[in-house]
């Protein structure tokens, strides 16, 4: 299985700033995720990240207000631009192993106030 | 339709009770299923993956797939309060995994 490490683990934003996420996994995989769970609620997929092109973005979810990057195959950040409470989440890293499990780091819980 | 259905709960059964828990789904193309477990506060973690029609065991935790009917399953036998959490049920479709609810179950003791 995969170790998934991400940072921030918590953090308290201003409106209209923005917060990049990292994720860093202990191997090389091929997939990478980025999901988020709004309070309550469970997991909605935000964008697969692809190493080396454009993350592909579920329905509902843009670039502009998303963007993600994946420079290599340990490594991805997720950034939330121009936030609002809205926002306030915990937002999770994914990746997939070579038997199709996907495995989650321990999250980024984030508070827009 | 909703492509992961599940029972929002909470399911209460009392210490060393079996607990069973539902999950259907919508695309039959499907080939893969999960079953993770949250605690507040916690991220999910992996329980149980099926793969093919029938029972899959592994230790307190059995799961049941069955592809005609659209339905997977997780017994959880023997429940023990410190089972208590979210059970999500995740289906594996066209390079995505795609999440249910999740079903809240508490064990009381």
């Known amino acids: 299985s995969a170790v998934i490490s991400q940072k921030p683990s918590r953090d308290i934003c201003q409106r209209g700033t923005s917060l990049t996420i990292q994720c860093q996994v202990d191997s090389q995989v091929t997939m990478m995720f980025w999901y988020r769970q709004q309070p309550g609620q469970s997991l909605t997929l935000i964008a697969t990240a692809n190493q080396g092109s454009e993350a592909t973005y579920e329905s509902g979810f843009v670039i502009d207000k998303f963007p993600i990057s994946r420079p290599n195959l340990t490594f991805s950040t997720l950034t939330v631009s121009n936030m609002s409470p809205e926002d306030s989440s915990i937002y999770l890293c994914?990746?997939?192993?070579?038997?199709?499990?996907?495995?989650f780091g321990e999250g980024s819980w984030l508070t827009v106030v | 339709q909703k492509e992961v259905e599940q029972n929002s709960g909470p399911l209460s059964v009392p210490e060393g009770a079996i607990a069973s828990l539902n999950c259907t789904y919508s695309?039959?193309?499907?080939?893969?299923f999960f079953w993770y477990r949250q605690y507040s506060g916690k991220s999910p973690e992996l329980i149980m993956s099926?793969?093919?029609?029938g029972d899959k065991e592994d230790g307190r935790f059995t799961a049941q797939l069955n592809k005609a009917s659209q339905y997977v399953s997780l017994l959880i036998r023997d429940s023990q309060p410190s089972d208590s959490a979210t059970y999500l049920c995740a289906v594996y479709n066209t390079d995505k995994l795609i999440f249910g609810t999740g079903t809240r179950l508490q064990v009381f003791p």
């Open positions: 994914s990746a997939e192993d070579d038997g199709n499990t996907i495995y």
């Open positions: 099926i793969y093919s029609n």
């Open positions: 695309d039959r193309v499907s080939q893969s």
